[in-house]
């Protein structure tokens, strides 16, 4: 068979196989071994199963994944998160609207340490929702919040979501995450300020809050959050000034989540064993993910598949802007159906050589499509996060809590999008001021 029509057919059988619920892994995994196997033969398959698995979890570049995940996790299993919401509501609350403020503060600053989108909702929604509810706050809004917020850690380093990208194109890790913390930023100030105007707007969305909270508490509550300043300034400060590489990065901030969790708990027991479950499950899900994608991309390769997509997109986006608005479309309408990950697998190969085709900034298209993942993560009907904070709040919400909570907040990320293409250097211009280049 002729390799061409090898390959769009498995292009083909691979959406049919995400359409009736196949695992994203196996899907990408399966169709890459066929299509390779009817295109080019058993020896090369057999050669690319052998090299491939090894391969990925041999990488060194990927041991920032598994760092990460952990000390996100050690971070959540020590209370450290809970403190920093009861701190941020501590300075918030007497405004109008300060636990929404304070949960995307908190939020914004547990990504820092977290990476995760999924885990930053499902520990805000247990946190934050019943005081939420307690004071009077609208639920939609309230979840919307959480799960918007949540979203943050996909932008604001250390993320998972930049790693993968930064291996899958061959770009500086390093730099890349560097170049998410302006974006990040912005767009937890374009919340902030979305959400000041909304509950002016409708106050109904906010009561106003009566319990009085003294300075001394705020204070001691501050003097509380200190371990994720500590694990922030490691982890950035190690990065950006070129101490260590984000491998050893994560490998210190782990180390350092572990140290508090050890401090704060004062034992062993009851916490390391679960947290370190946690770390391994989420981690092989990705590498298994990762494997997957990778065979595919090999399939699509071989065939010839990429180089005829590559000349059909330039011919149709034939600038850099025009490619942009393309993939920000292509992307909104594939967060409606795919997770972030699998869908950045799943895409980077067609798209990736034609951003390179186009003298496109790789740093800068890694940015807008982290941005574009954000917002995936909040969109109905498969955003996750909208699982994830559904699945916390049990049966204390409905579905069309989640929907209508989160409009506001794909609103307010489609703002931070246009800001990003339109003005490439809030992506570029941090990464290009790093010690090691």
Do not use: H
Not at 104 to 119: K, P
Not at 262 to 271: A, H, I, V
Not at 328 to 356: E, Q
Request: proline share 5%.
């Amino acid at each position: 068979m002729d390799p061409i029509a090898v390959g769009y057919i498995s292009v083909i059988a691979l959406f049919v196989c995400l359409a009736v619920g196949i695992p994203v892994a196996v899907a990408m995994g399966g169709v890459g071994i066929v299509g390779m196997y009817l295109a080019v033969g058993d020896l090369f398959t057999i050669g690319q199963l052998r090299s491939v698995p090894f391969a990925t979890v041999n990488e060194y570049g990927l041991a920032v994944l598994p760092m990460f995940v952990l000390m996100g996790v050690l971070a959540e299993a020590s209370g450290i998160t809970t403190e920093l919401f009861k701190t941020a509501d501590m300075w918030l609350r007497r405004f109008r609207g300060g636990l929404y403020q304070a949960v995307i503060i908190g939020s914004a600053t547990f990504a820092a340490i977290s990476g995760s989108t999924t885990v930053n909702a499902v520990v805000f929604t247990r946190i934050a929702f019943p005081q939420m509810v307690k004071f009077g706050y609208s639920r939609s809004l309230s979840i919307g919040a959480i799960a918007g917020a949540g979203s943050f850690a996909a932008m604001i380093p250390p993320s998972i979501t930049m790693v993968i990208y930064a291996i899958m194109t061959e770009q500086s890790v390093g730099q890349l995450l560097i170049a998410g913390v302006i974006p990040g930023l912005l767009t937890a100030v374009v919340y902030l300020a979305g959400i000041y105007f909304l509950v002016r707007l409708r106050p109904s969305l906010a009561p106003e809050i009566t319990s009085v909270v003294s300075w001394r508490e705020r204070w001691s509550a501050l003097g509380k959050i200190w371990p994720i300043v500590v694990l922030i300034m490691l982890v950035f400060g190690g990065i950006y000034s070129g101490i260590f590489p984000p491998s050893a990065a994560g490998a210190a901030g782990a180390a350092g989540a572990f140290i508090f969790a050890l401090f704060r708990m004062k034992r062993l027991s009851g916490w390391l064993v679960p947290a370190l479950q946690d770390a391994a499950f989420i981690s092989c899900i990705i590498f298994l993910i990762l494997i997957g994608g990778l065979l595919l991309s090999r399939m699509l390769v071989v065939t010839g598949v990429i180089d005829e997509l590559v000349i059909l997109i330039t011919s149709v986006a034939d600038t850099p802007l025009k490619f942009m608005i393309m993939a920000s479309i292509l992307y909104l309408v594939l967060g409606c159906f795919l997770d972030t990950t699998s869908m950045m697998v799943v895409t980077l190969p067609f798209l990736f050589p034609v951003v390179l085709a186009l003298d496109i900034d790789p740093i800068w298209f890694g940015i807008v499509l982290v941005k574009l993942i954000e917002i995936s993560v909040i969109t109905p009907p498969v955003g996750i996060n909208l699982f994830a904070v559904m699945g916390a709040v049990g049966n204390q919400a409905t579905f069309g809590d989640v929907y209508k909570g989160v409009i506001p907040f794909i609103f307010f990320d489609l703002i931070v999008l246009v800001f990003l293409i339109v003005f490439p250097e809030l992506a570029t211009w941090l990464p290009q001021t790093m010690i090691d280049g």
